[in-house]
C-alpha cells in the first residue's frame, strides 16, 4: 500500500468511501490525514473509461446530437491515455490486439462503469444533479496469485459532467474549459449539496478505523 498526496477542493475520497461502503472495489483504503489518504497499489490500465447518459461534449460534437439530449441507454467508450495523441478514443478490437486490457478485463471494466454510474447517478439526483458523464480509471489489484480489476484515480467535479436538475446550470469544469468562471463557487455548491466538508473545516474524528488488506 501506498500513502498519496490529495490536492482537489471537494473531498475526492468522498466517492470512493462511498462505492467501497456498497462493495464496488476501489484502490482507496482511507483518508491518513488532511493531505495524504492510503491507497492499494494497482497497476492502471492505460484507458480512460467515460460512462454518458447525455450528449454532451466529444459525443455532442462527434456525432452532431444536440448537448442536452438523453441518449436512448446510458453509453461507455474507452480512451487510450496518450497525451501526446490526446486520448484518442479506441475500440474494444484496438484494446485487445495492443494488449492493453483482455477481453474479461474489458467486461470487467464494463461491469465496474455501470455499478459506478448507477450509484453517482442515484447520489447526484438526490441533490438536484443530473450525472450528464463521466470518466473513470482503472487498475489491476493482485491479492497474491489473483488479480482483479478495481476502480483507481480519482472522480470528483474534474472528471464529471454535472448540471443543476431544474436550471441546468453547469457545476463541473467545463465552466473552467469554456472560460465561463465560477469553477470554485460550482464546485463548492456541489460539496455542500453533498454535505461534504469543506477543507477549512476541523474534521469530524470517529475513532480508529479496522483495516482489512
Ligand atoms: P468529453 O465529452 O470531452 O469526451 O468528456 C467526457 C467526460 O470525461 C467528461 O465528464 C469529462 C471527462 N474527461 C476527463 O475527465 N478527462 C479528460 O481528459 C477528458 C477528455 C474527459
Not at 484515480?153 to 465561463?180: N, Q, V, Y
Amino acid at each position: 500500500m501506498t500513502a498519496k498526496a490529495y490536492s482537489t477542493t471537494a473531498s475526492p475520497e468522498f466517492v470512493f468511501q462511498k462505492l467501497n461502503e456498497i462493495g464496488v472495489p476501489t484502490h482507496f483504503v482511507r483518508r491518513l490525514n488532511m493531505r495524504e489518504q492510503l491507497i492499494r497499489e494497482v497497476e492502471i490500465i492505460p484507458l480512460e473509461v467515460v460512462v454518458r447518459n447525455v450528449a454532451a461534449g466529444s459525443l455532442a460534437t462527434r456525432l452532431g446530437i444536440e448537448e442536452g439530449t438523453q441518449l436512448p441507454r446510458s453509453i461507455i467508450e474507452f480512451y487510450y491515455k496518450n497525451d501526446k495523441l490526446n486520448d484518442p478514443m479506441v475500440s474494444e478490437e484496438h484494446i485487445t490486439a495492443f494488449g492493453w486490457a483482455t477481453t474479461q478485463e474489458i467486461d470487467d471494466m464494463i461491469a465496474l462503469a455501470i455499478r459506478v454510474n448507477d450509484f453517482l447517478s442515484g447520489l447526484f439526483l438526490g441533490v438536484g444533479i443530473r450525472l450528464v458523464d463521466f470518466k473513470m480509471e482503472c487498475g489491476r489489484l493482485w491479492d497474491n496469485d489473483m488479480v482483479r480489476i478495481v476502480v483507481a484515480d480519482e472522480i470528483s467535479p474534474d472528471s464529471c459532467r454535472l448540471w443543476d436538475i431544474k436550471t441546468a446550470d453547469k457545476l463541473d469544469k467545463d465552466r473552467f474549459r469554456r472560460d465561463m468562471g465560477g469553477l470554485i463557487e460550482a464546485y463548492t455548491e456541489v460539496a455542500r449539496r453533498l454535505g461534504i466538508m469543506s477543507e477549512n473545516e476541523p474534521p469530524q474524528g470517529t475513532g480508529p478505523v479496522l483495516v482489512k488488506s
